[in-house]
């Protein structure tokens, strides 16, 4: 399913006539690393405003996500070490990266539930 859909409608915003391409169902990358390679990895045409959209919200979530799961399960396996790299300065490739992936760590923490 490499090759785009083409235009038609999306399954999201339910516009007509958008170029499309695919979003993943479950993002490719909430899949744990015990993921076997021939799993197939549902796909539905989306127009290109909101698989950005929804991708930024799915990578927000998963982040968040990653960090409260539990690192030694196989059925989560690489999800907590992608979480945590996510926000990690020190693995950045780039100076805006770093700041990039700062950020997001400060987000994060600024969100959080913290009691009352
Ligand atoms: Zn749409």
Known sequence: MAKKPG???CVHCLREGVER????VFPK???PDTTTADMEKW?????IACNARYGKLERDLIGRLGLALDANNPASAGLA???LRAINPDVAKSEGDATARDARAKKILREMYKGE
């Open 29 to 31: 990358s909430w899949y």
């Open 7 to 9: 235009n038609g409608r």
């Open 43 to 47: 796909q539905i045409p989306s127009c």
């Open 81 to 83: 070490e992608r979480a």
């Open 21 to 24: 391409n695919w979003d993943h």
